[in-house]
């Protein structure tokens, strides 16, 4: 378990002489910003059709004109393909990898679980719009993620079933979780540092950008060119889980400093955890505060525990 007390020596042993990073929260103009090009994005005018009692809704951005229940013809072949690979599956979410039109596609599937969550969307944009109103606005923003091609959704006698959201496949990447969770043992110790420095680097963008991301973990993080620091690119993944036009508070960047140490794994040390925490400590000296590293750590250590591993 880790001792509050003695990380905050050694972290801050490990910030001596260390510049500190100007972070300067999002002005009003910017947040205004994000959250109109994410409202614009979430009211695109998909293409919609009813038949037999089911609804059909969405786009493709190569073939504005195309029909949704094509585009669901071609999502299913592209899916049963012997070369699709699924490359993630929980109780409601399917990810998997395909071509479709012409191109590798990663194609996310949201399947809707019992009627409550059914009744909740039909108040709520479903996971689908989000992610792809999400990804449009961080492409217009110059922030780094997949490019959205298209959507579907999908309702049975008006009520929401499942959503669908396709993006391109970016080759030449690989989750980020494999070079700085456990998995990493074997990196070099500068190679971390300097992977750990981008990686808050990319969160502070966010935040500056008007956007926070809710589920900050190393899986939804894809890492381009981890060796070459001129090139090294963190892109966005899961964005239906980005909140565009606030100004993160205290509480939101505990949460995400949290999200990411926690996600490194049972097998990551102390010390690595602490890497994530200075990293961030250089555009939040607060972090250094006893109460905010007593709290970093309580809530590290309930994660790992709620999810049955031991740090």
């Not at 293409?47 to 493709?60: A, E, F, N, P, V």
């Not at 500068?190 to 809710?214: E, N, P, Q, W």
């Not at 190393?218 to 690119?233: Q, Y």
């Amino acid at each position: 378990m880790l001792q509050a007390e003695a990380a905050l020596c050694r972290i801050r042993a490990m910030e001596t002489g260390r510049s500190q990073n100007d972070y300067q929260p999002p002005a009003r103009e910017t947040c205004r910003r994000a959250r109109a090009l994410y409202r614009t994005a979430l009211q695109t005018a998909a293409l919609k059709i009813h038949t037999d009692g089911k609804t059909l809704s969405g786009c493709w951005t190569d073939r504005p004109d195309m029909a949704p229940s094509e585009l669901l013809m071609l999502v299913r072949e592209a899916v049963t393909r012997p070369d699709s690979r699924i490359i993630k599956q929980t109780g409601r979410i399917t990810v998997t990898r395909a071509h479709l039109e012409g191109r590798e596609v990663i194609i996310k599937r949201y399947d809707l679980d019992g009627p409550l969550e059914r009744i909740r969307y039909l108040f709520h944009p479903s996971r689908a719009r989000r992610f792809w109103a999400a990804a449009s606005t961080l492409r217009k923003l110059g922030i780094p993620t997949p490019q959205p091609l298209g959507f579907l959704e999908r309702w049975e006698r008006g009520i929401p079933a499942s959503s669908c959201m396709i993006t391109a496949f970016v080759p030449g990447t690989d989750d980020a979780s494999h070079w700085l969770g456990w998995t990493s043992g074997t990196r070099p110790d500068d190679i971390k540092r300097a992977l750990a420095k981008d990686l808050a680097r990319a969160i502070v963008t966010l935040y500056r950008s008007g956007i926070y991301h809710r589920d900050t973990k190393t899986s939804n993080l894809l890492l381009e060119h981890p060796l070459d620091p001129e090139r090294r690119n963190y892109l966005w993944l899961d964005l239906e889980c980005a909140v565009c036009g606030v100004r993160p508070g205290r509480h939101q960047i505990i949460r995400n400093v949290v999200q990411v140490a926690g996600s490194l794994g049972k097998e990551a040390t102390c010390a690595e955890r602490e890497l994530i925490i200075r990293e961030f400590a250089a555009w939040f000296p607060w972090l250094m505060d006893r109460q905010a590293l007593r709290h970093i750590h309580c809530w590290t250590d309930r994660r790992m525990h709620k999810e049955r591993r031991c740090c």
